[in-house]
């Protein structure tokens, strides 16, 4: 690592009389005292601390009987992708079949999230994982297809939709007789997503927007009767009374008049999803249809792809165990050198590593869906962590399975080629991988830098490079919350949890050192804040696991002493990674 990085660790001893005065006022540990607190556990590692109450014990929201509904789903789900769908045949053909959007639509696979009373199933976010596992094992193009629909198309409509516009829009796009899409990058507007320049104006009269503009690269685009587009808005300052542009979002049909696409874009992968360019030519969007705030859109934006990533990690879970088990299946029948290849180490490590990935990816997945499921609303830091680790899990689950699978597998029929050009977007789309560490890193330094100014002030010195050289002790000497790890997992798994915990102190101290450094510039160190993340992910996924595996060996599940190893290894090589990183 960088000697850059070496330098965030804590700094010099402080004087013997200084040290003496700062132990008589609040330590690192009493942030929650101080500052506005949050359950997170992602955030709260950034401080170097252990908030447990969403992590342990690993939660489980679904009652009995939401429990036999996903049970009733998951056969009929199961059973339409292996017997009536045709993945290769959609991607050949670079479209999903109408027969198959009417199958997909009588499942009820269009409103699966979308209240009983607006006619869809009503399912949890579980639930919905549940069953997003199983097309992401089956047919990544058809999973975008659905999930662009629902996931994010008509999100806005369930999360800031009025009664009115949820009544008219929610039970014709439940039934899959409407298809929605998200609109929101255009031709110079990516990752920025604050510089779009679709705009929309007040009419004379005020009764409608005027929307002119074009998007780029929509899901659905050529398919979709209702869409959440996103403009630019003139907006009067209260402050200042200046008029100035703001994001607004808006709900468009097609049926209003104005709104074409282009051709279906020719794409690497998920070739059966259908992408194209929108384009916006005086469409009179009725005032109404404003969705949440006016002048609010980019917040509305943010929220409606923070709720939707989970969904990601579930579908991704799905694709990594349908690769695994058919590169075990490989090992296990293909013979050389007189054996069975699945006997030799470079395979059985190869093998363990997918296992591995995948289980902290559904650990991580199953922990999200079950924490906004139970109420928990401040995720955006593990929605994020989430995204990335699973879809750069499942890049690295794919291309292993091509190389177990040797030439075989850079052959079309064995349909890994298929799968690789798929999953490559996944580390593009929704939020780039890059962009999220980013989110992630600076997140959560904003949560450690906000601490870092209360101590401040309740210790009366403004000198922060002397508070962050005695937090950052406290953090590293004297860290109970993160020494209760041990004490939150199964027994079987204490020495697992003590390697992990030495992870979150040190993580903590590191950042204190950083922010006391680099103060408001710490925003523009994307090299370090890249790394920083990766220790975020690492812990993360590490403390999912091993909650995870916790509850199964409470239970006595069947599968809990191979999930044992699983956990074990993982903290393992997480806590490695993160100390290597830090020191």
């Not at 607004?248 to 194209?276: D, L, W, Y």
């Not at 408001?520 to 996924?541: R, T």
């Amino acid at each position: 690592m960088a000697s850059s990085m070496c330098r965030h660790v804590a700094k010099s001893c402080a004087t013997r009389s200084m040290l003496k005065s700062m132990r008589a006022a609040p330590t690192a540990i009493q942030h929650r005292q101080i500052v506005d607190d949050s359950p997170s556990f992602a955030l709260n590692m950034f401080r170097g601390e252990l908030n447990t109450s969403e992590v342990f014990p690993y939660p489980n929201v679904l009652t009995a009987e939401q429990a036999e509904e996903t049970a009733m789903l998951v056969d009929p789900t199961t059973k339409f992708f292996e017997e009536v769908n045709d993945a290769a045949h959609n991607d050949d053909a670079a479209e999903v079949p109408a027969k198959i959007m009417k199958g997909l639509a009588e499942l009820g696979a269009f409103g699966l999230q979308v209240p009983n009373s607006y006619g869809g199933l009503g399912l949890t976010n579980t639930q919905y994982a549940r069953l997003t596992e199983i097309v992401g094992a089956y047919d990544l193009g058809i999973g975008i297809q659905i999930g662009a629909h629902q996931s994010i198309g008509f999100k806005g409509i369930l999360l800031y939709g009025t009664e009115a516009q949820k009544a008219k829009y929610l039970p014709k796009v439940a039934s899959g007789e409407w298809v929605a899409a998200f609109c929101l990058t255009e031709p110079g507007s990516g990752s920025d997503a604050n510089s779009i320049k679709c705009r929309a104006v007040p009419s004379a009269d005020g009764s409608h927007y005027i929307l002119n503009g074009s998007k780029i690269w929509i899901s659905n685009g050529s398919i979709a009767e209702v869409m959440t587009v996103f403009a630019k808005t003139p907006v009067r300052d209260e402050k200042t009374g200046q008029t100035v542009d703001k994001v607004t979002a808006f709900i468009v049909q097609r049926s209003f008049g104005g709104v074409t696409s282009g051709a279906p874009e020719k794409k690497m992968g998920i070739k059966a999803s259908n992408t194209s360019e929108v384009y916006y030519d005086n469409v009179k969007i009725p005032k109404e249809n404003v969705l949440g705030e006016y002048g609010k859109g980019f917040k509305v934006a943010m929220n409606i792809l923070n709720n939707g990533r989970f969904g990601m990690a579930a579908a991704l879970s799905g694709s990594m165990k349908k690769l695994i088990a058919q590169s075990t299946q490989f090992a296990t029948d293909r013979t050389q050198f007189g054996a069975k290849i699945h006997t030799f180490g470079a395979i059985q490590e190869k093998l363990a590593r997918m296992s591995a990935a995948c289980y902290a990816t559904e650990s991580i997945a199953y922990m999200l869906s079950s924490n906004m499921d139970r109420g928990v609303t401040d995720f955006q830091v593990e929605a994020a962590i989430g995204k990335v680790f699973a879809s750069e899990s499942a890049w690295m689950v794919a291309d292993e399975a091509i190389q177990i699978h040797g030439g075989m597998g850079f052959m079309k029929e064995t349909g890994l080629e298929r799968v690789v050009r798929d999953l490559r977007i996944f580390r593009i789309f929704e939020g780039t991988n890059e962009i999220l560490r980013l989110l992630i890193a600076l997140t959560g330094c904003q949560f450690a830098g906000k601490a870092l100014k209360e101590q401040a002030k309740a210790m009366g010195r403004l000198d922060l490079g002397a508070i962050a050289d005695f937090t950052s002790k406290q953090l590293l000497w004297n860290s109970p919350s993160a020494a209760a790890l041990p004490e939150s997992v199964h027994p079987d798994l204490k020495f697992a949890a003590s390697q992990a915990q030495v992870c979150i102190p040190a993580f903590g101290a590191s950042i204190t050192s950083f922010l006391t450094e680099h103060g408001k510039g710490a925003v523009d160190q994307q090299f370090v804040l890249k790394h920083y993340a990766n220790c975020a992910i690492d812990i993360y996924g590490m403390v999912a696991a091993l909650a995870r595996c916790s509850r199964s060996l409470e239970l006595g599940l069947p599968s809990a002493q191979h999930e044992k190893v699983l956990a074990e290894f993982i903290a393992s090589e997480n806590t490695l990674r993160v100390r290597q990183t830090l020191k």
